[in-house]
């Protein structure tokens, strides 16, 4: 044998059946109100037995009337329940979704800063090796100088300035081009030492 389940109604459809409900009910009580308007008017006209009969028919749809108040009012309380009730899951939710991003935040915030002791490394060997590189270039120089003035460098070799433009051309590449400028065309490269 099959058992069929069916879904809980949300808060929301609780709320619309609840103000459904109290809409009949305040239709019940109009209609009741005129009823009752009705029946006692009939009692100030009525004689002998008839009056009884009519005195009894307003006591029953006083009674009908209180019954119909009492189911208004409880209806009522039942909508503040569930207003409030959604009210609450409303910001359950939010302050769960705030501590979802919160996490989110802390994890690229440590993420970042991993990358960023990475680069702080790399930085330090990269002035390190600067330092020795230009040491050389200035070494270069002086030798070339003796050997023939005329000589020149090669303008696409390895150089800092060729390391920057790798560097500027990357992040240019990957969308950061508002914060980083393209190197002139013929200096675009990808990795400094593309230059042979």
């Known amino acids: 044998m099959t058992r069929t389940i069916s879904a809980s109604p949300t808060l929301a459809e609780t709320r619309a059946a609840l103000q459904a409900k109290l809409t009949e009910v305040e239709k019940a009580i109009g209609a009741t109100e005129d009823e ?9 006209l009525a004689v002998g037995d008839a009056k009884a009969n009519a005195a009894a028919k307003v006591r029953a749809t006083l009674a009908k009337l209180q019954a119909l108040r009492d189911d208004r009012d409880a ?3 039942a909508i503040t329940k569930a207003e409030q009730r959604q009210a609450a899951a409303t910001k359950q939710a939010a302050e769960e979704a705030k501590q979802k ?3 989110e935040d802390e994890k690229l ?13 790399t930085i330090a060997t990269f002035a390190a090796l600067t330092v020795k590189a230009v040491t050389f270039d200035r070494k ?3 030798v070339r100088q003796q050997i023939d003035p ?3 460098e090669n303008p696409r070799r390895q150089s800092v300035a060729r390391i920057l433009d790798s560097l500027n051309t990357v992040m240019c590449e990957a969308g950061f081009d508002r914060d980083w400028s393209w190197p002139h065309p013929s200096r675009r490269v990808r990795s400094p030492a593309d230059w042979k």
Do not use: H, N
Not at 109 to 121: C, K, L, M, P, Q
């Open 101 to 103: 991003l919160i996490k």
């Open 140 to 142: 270069i120089d002086l």
């Open 75 to 77: 209806t009522a309380g």
């Open 150 to 152: 005329s000589l020149k």
């Open 36 to 44: 009752l308007a009705d029946q006692s008017l009939d009692q100030e």
């Open 109 to 121: 915030v440590a993420g970042r800063a991993a990358v960023f002791d990475s680069i702080a490394t």
